[in-house]
């Protein structure tokens, strides 16, 4: 009997060493495992952010790319208007030459009375010689108006 209760006591000693191994060793592996997932948890974080700031600086070389373009459209824009402006001005300021404006200013002139086209162009003939610089207007008592020649 002596034996057998030896032989029980060192199986439950070899038992509790081994319960005992297996506890330390299960709250070392949790230790562990909660290491390796913080750790893969940290670096999705890092690649995320690093993604996250590449594409912000993408979208900013985008937006500055877009914003030039877009302030060169609108000044090729703006410089296209102005000279198609300054065309029109110039074909209503040469109205004494053939061009489109005189043709359609002539056009007009034929709807109206005689009267009303004689001092219309008496007014377009005094406008243009004040453009040119080439004398001096005067006017008179009965509308009429004549040029004395500037010294050039």
């Known amino acids: 009997m002596y034996e057998k209760g030896n032989a029980i006591v ?3 000693d070899q038992a509790n060493r081994s319960l005992k191994l297996l506890k330390d060793n299960i709250h070392l592996m949790e ?12 670096n999705k974080l890092h690649h995320r952010e690093t993604a996250l700031f590449q594409e912000t600086r993408k979208f900013g070389d985008f937006k ?10 609108v000044s090729h824009s703006q410089t296209q208007i102005q000279a198609a402006i300054k065309k029109k001005a110039d074909a209503f300021r040469n109205l004494d ?9 002539d056009r007009e002139l034929g ?17 243009s010689m004040k453009l040119q610089g080439s004398g001096e207007v005067l006017q008179t008592r ?9 010294p050039v």
């Open 31 to 42: 230790e562990r495992i909660r290491k390796e997932i913080d750790w893969q948890y940290r």
């Open 10 to 12: 060192y199986e439950l």
């Open 97 to 105: 030459h053939a061009s489109p404006a005189k043709h359609m200013i």
């Open 64 to 73: 500055a790319d877009f914003f030039a373009g877009m302030d060169e459209k």
């Open 111 to 127: 709807k109206r009375g005689p009267d009303q086209r004689s001092q219309i162009h008496e007014a377009q003939r005094i406008h």
């Open 142 to 150: 009965g509308g009429r108006s004549h040029t004395t020649a500037m």
